[in-house]
């Protein structure tokens, strides 16, 4: 004889919270690629319009860090 435990409403709690992760998900795929896009768009200027700029580059990926995750 098999016993099993059911939960009245296990199953809505577990679709809120698998909601939850994929819209979670989404968010950090579109953080990451504006990371990305920052960055590259950053890398590609020259030495020169990075200067007149006033960044250096080896400031890129924390420009492009702080720009994405702290505003």
């Known amino acids: 004889m098999a ?14 919270r698998l909601a ?10 579109a953080l990451r690629a504006e990371f990305n896009r920052t960055y590259s768009e950053l890398q590609g200027l020259s030495d020169r319009e990075l200067h007149d700029i ?9 420009i492009a860090r702080d720009h994405v995750y702290c505003s």
Do not use: M, Q, W
């Open 3 to 16: 016993h099993t435990a059911t939960a009245p409403h296990g199953g809505i709690n577990l679709v809120a």
């Open 20 to 29: 939850e992760f994929v819209t979670k998900a989404k968010e950090t795929y």
């Open 54 to 62: 006033g960044v250096r580059r080896c400031d890129i990926s924390d």
